[in-house]
């Protein structure tokens, strides 16, 4: 895939379906892991600014990003975490931004730790 916007599905159990999207632009390197890894599935953790799932995905730090805005999709290296961010706030050291959530994000507040959480490619 060469296209700089990359449209995906989140899926969290008992949730509605919320779509997205990964930006190359951002982290191209750590972008095309995670696509190549797709569908991406775990169980939600959660801090109080974000929900995550652990991956099998060992990348190092491509781009820091010293904040994330809610909604918007992120890797944590150290943990080998992808996640969304519910709420605005300075993110962790080593996080990098990989995409956004498109639409209502907020639903992602009330996803409960351990439900299931999924990241596909959007086919069509």
Do not use: C
Request: glycine letters at 8%; a positive charge; charged letters at 25%.
């Amino acid at each position: 895939m060469t296209d700089a916007r990359i449209p995906i599905r989140i899926q969290v159990e008992n949730l509605p379906e919320l779509e997205g999207e990964l930006h190359r632009f951002t982290a191209p390197l750590t972008v095309e892991a995670i696509i190549r890894k797709m569908p991406l599935e775990g169980f939600i953790a959660r801090w109080d600014t974000a929900v995550y799932i652990i991956t099998d995905i060992a990348r190092g730090v491509e781009k820091y990003t010293p904040r994330l805005a809610a909604g918007e999709i992120f890797y944590w290296s150290p943990e080998r975490v992808v996640g969304i961010a519910v709420k605005n706030h300075i993110s962790r050291p080593q996080t990098v931004k990989v995409g956004a959530v498109i639409g209502d994000y907020g639903v992602l507040s009330s996803a409960r730790t351990g439900a299931r959480m999924r990241f596909v490619l959007k086919t069509s």
